[in-house]
């Protein structure tokens, strides 16, 4: 995918948001900027939880914040973890980030240890078929 206007800077607020992550048990940090469709930026980071299984993730926190805020329509989704190559999304954010996006939305992704090494891949690359659900309302 073709980069787009700031992408730099959607890492940027991603890779700060992985600096609140609360990962003691993975030790593994994990921070998401998710540009809505006016140009606002909400950040998620990952939470972990004694009990493994509630743990939520930076991508579905960013949503959550977003979508709380009143915003479901969205330009772009950074997502900054790992050292030395960039984490891909997990699948259940990739279905909850498909309830509001279509294939074609970027996601951009960069190691925590190096921003420079950004990748910009789409929903519909990472997530080729998502389950759909008629809507009753
Ligand atoms: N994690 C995310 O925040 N996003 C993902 O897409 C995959 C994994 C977090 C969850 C957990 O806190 C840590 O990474 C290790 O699995």
Known sequence: MKPMTGMK???????????????PYSLFPVG???MT?????????????????????????????AVSDGHQKFKALAVVGGMG??????????QVLAEFCEPDF?????????????????????LPHTFVLKKKA
Do not use: W
């Open 32 to 34: 998401a900027g998710l």
């Open 106 to 126: 970027p996601i951009i992704l960069a190691p925590l240890n190096d921003l420079s090494k950004m990748e910009v891949t789409s929903l519909g690359a990472l």
């Open 9 to 23: 800077a959607l890492v940027r607020v991603a890779s700060k948001a992985a600096q609140q992550s609360y990962s």
């Open 37 to 65: 469709a006016g140009g606002a930026i909400y950040v998620g980071c990952n939470v972990e939880n004694a009990s493994f299984g509630l743990t939520i993730c930076a991508e579905r926190t960013a949503v959550a914040n």
């Open 85 to 94: 190559k960039a984490v891909h999304p997990c699948g259940a954010c990739l």
